[in-house]
T-cell receptor, first 114, second 107 residues
Framework: DGGITQSPKYLFRKEGQNVTLSCEQNLNHDAMYWYRQDPGQGLRLIYYSQIVNDFQKGDIAEGYSVSREKKESFPLTVTSAQKNPTAFYLC?????????????FGPGTRLTVL | GIQVEQSPPDLILQEGANSTLRCNFSDSVNNLQWFHQNPWGQLINLFYIPSGTKQNGRLSATTVATERYSLLYISSSQTTDSGVYFCAVVNTDKLIFGTGTRLQVFP
């Protein structure tokens, strides 16, 4: 089945630790995105990548880092510099970059900082 | 930047009822999507509809780009329709999400 997978589903982190969230897609999409959702809110863009080895900051990139070494994979690292990392993180992909194509989302990762 | 507002913010229905959700946006858009976020957080694509009308089963959507709004119709609602409905638009270079409509359908 084609789709987007995210792991883990739930993640608990102690303050001061970096954690990496996985996002993989087998849709042969060029563009991939990371969003953050806080309770009762819409989604906000963290980072996006339109092509391998290239990525751009979104609206709330501070305290996060990404890499895009393979077309299928776009991992997100939440660093200790992110002041309020507890949130729901969603990964998406689209066939075309520049946000021009329909975006499809993974099931999400819930991160809780203890 | 572009503003995306959805109404109503909350909607409570009995099973079998029909409803209309509205999405207003403040500037021209390149594309528009409707999503259903289920109680587990999964965002499910409903429609990719920058203009015109589309139907998929009990759901249909209409976007009037010149008047800067889109409507999502849900007919014969079911309890599984419960969740939050988001519209999202692309203006220049990013997907902007609306504020969402929380729908609860009771048996």
């Amino acid at each position: 089945d084609g789709g987007i997978t995210q792991s883990p589903k739930y993640l608990f982190r102690k303050e001061g630790q970096n954690v990496t969230l996985s996002c993989e897609q087998n849709l042969n999409h060029d563009a991939m995105y990371w969003y953050r959702q806080d309770p009762g809110q819409g989604l906000r863009l963290i980072y996006y990548s339109q092509i391998v080895n290239d990525f751009q900051k979104g609206d709330i990139a501070e305290g996060y880092s990404v890499s895009r070494e393979k077309k299928e994979s776009f991992p997100l690292t939440v660093t200790s510099a992110q002041k309020n990392p507890t949130a729901f993180y969603l990964c998406a992909s689209s066939y075309r970059g520049h946000f021009g194509g329909e975006q499809f989302f993974g099931p999400g990762t819930r991160l809780t900082v203890l | 930047g572009i503003q995306v507002e959805q109404s109503p913010p909350d909607l409570i229905l009995q099973e079998g009822a029909n409803s209309t959700l509205r999405c207003n946006f403040s500037d021209s858009v390149n594309n528009l999507q409707w999503f259903h976020q289920n109680p587990w957080g999964q965002l499910i694509n409903l429609f990719y509809i920058p203009s015109g009308t589309k139907q998929n089963g009990r759901l249909s959507a209409t976007t009037v780009a010149t008047e800067r709004y889109s409507l999502l119709y849900i007919s014969s609602s079911q309890t599984t329709d419960s969740g939050v409905y988001f519209c999202a638009v692309v203006n220049t270079d990013k997907l902007i999400f609306g504020t969402g409509t929380r729908l609860q359908v009771f048996p």
